[in-house]
């Protein structure tokens, strides 16, 4: 299969959907029977039915409700990450504040991904719309495990042909040798499905603050990164906020790019700051994890580090190719541990990569690369 063949899928996925609404039910099984490839197999109506039934009928995917009575999706998250740590669970949750912080919190307990709820029902069409543009396809990446086909994501072609032809024409082997000596100053996080359970799980792990700013893009909507900012913050020694324009980057401080705004680094004499803009999404995408590492190559050359974690798509491939070519370094996350190696996938496969590493490796690395002088 070459990357730009279409995914195809040895066997049906099969979804369990769990709902208290029996209208947002219909309309879920509607959106999903469309698809050949994709079967629903049950359905239940709050957390403690979903439960029992994912123990008997073992579903590929679930899509899970937040706001049920008897039992709450959180709730049921929990549970059912007791007993099962891969399953995907896709969460339905509505775009507003409390729907926002119960997200974040779904995703930092282990979900794989989330989905916002269509806000008008009654207009049938438009419901479906939105699920066919959003809930199908997240459903069909995070199964692509499962259909034991590659789960990085295809490039289209016109970008392959274009990022090889540069590759062939640089001198990475230069690079690469010249970067061994060269100190890191920053640190650079792209990561997109899976990354709010990756993040904190990284947090968690550093034991004693970093001798260099941290800058994080992490594909998600206005209120959700401030959410996810405060969560990260609370639980390690690593302060973290979500990027205000024009403060100081700080040694030791992440900051993590607003929803719906890219986030570049400047210098100005001595001191880094921060940047935020409206400007176009790149790769679908925005904030977009180029935009951060294409700023980061131009403002901190061979002494940044960036690193792609788990995610669909390929948003970081252009920006750690600009930080190769500055003689940075690129690592990234290894694929059994990612939840979808659709972005670190795509700089590895363009050979981009000083180290592929597991999540739980990646602290202890960035730690024993600070050490080096």
């Not at 996810?228 to 030791?252: K, M």
Request: net charge negative; hydrophobic share 40%; aromatic share 4%.
């Amino acid at each position: 299969m070459t990357q730009d063949e279409p995914l195809k899928y040895t066997e049906k996925i099969r979804v369990l959907i769990v709902d208290d609404s029996a209208v947002m039910r219909r309309i879920i099984m509607s959106s999903l029977l469309a698809h050949p490839e994709i079967e629903v197999i049950g359905t239940s109506e709050n957390g403690l039915e979903a439960i029992a039934d994912i123990k008997r009928i073992k579903p590929d995917l679930v899509t899970l409700d937040i706001e049920m009575p008897e039992m709450d999706g959180l709730t049921a998250l929990k549970e059912i990450r007791l007993f099962d740590r891969r399953l995907p669970i896709i969460m339905f949750s509505s775009l507003t504040q409390r729907g926002a912080e119960a997200t974040i919190d779904a995703l930092t307990l282990g979900a794989s991904d989330y989905v916002g709820k269509p806000t008008n029902l009654g207009d049938r069409a438009e419901a479906l719309r939105v699920l066919e543009e959003i809930l199908v396809p997240k459903i069909k990446d995070l199964c692509q495990k499962i259909n034991r086909a590659s789960s990085a994501q295809a490039k289209p072609q016109n970008e392959t042909a274009k990022l090889s032809s540069v590759l062939a024409n640089s001198s990475l082997p230069n690079l690469r040798e010249k970067r061994l000596n060269d100190r890191i100053e920053a640190i650079c996080i792209g990561v997109s499905t899976g990354g709010p359970a990756a993040l904190m799980e990284l947090f968690q792990l550093w034991k004693s603050p970093l001798s260099v700013p941290m800058f994080i893009v992490q594909h998600m909507p206005p209120k959700f990164t401030e959410y996810l900012a405060t969560r990260i913050n609370a639980i390690g020694v690593i302060p973290a906020t979500e990027a205000i324009e024009g403060q100081e980057a700080l040694p030791g401080h992440a900051y993590i790019a607003p929803g719906g705004m890219h986030m570049e680094v400047v210098r100005s004499g001595s001191k880094i700051h921060i940047s935020l803009n409206e400007n176009p999404p790149e790769n679908s995408c925005r904030p977009a994890v180029d935009v951060l590492f294409r700023s980061a190559a131009n403002t901190y050359g061979s002494h940044v580090l960036g690193v792609v974690l788990t995610g669909m798509g390929y948003d970081g491939l252009k920006g750690s190719m600009e930080i190769v070519k500055a003689g940075g370094r690129i690592w990234a996350q290894d694929q059994e541990s990612s939840v979808i190696w659709g972005m670190p996938g795509a700089v590895v496969n363009e050979n981009l990569t000083e180290k592929v590493l597991p999540l739980t490796q990646i602290p202890n690395e960035i730690l024993l690369q600070l050490q080096r002088k």
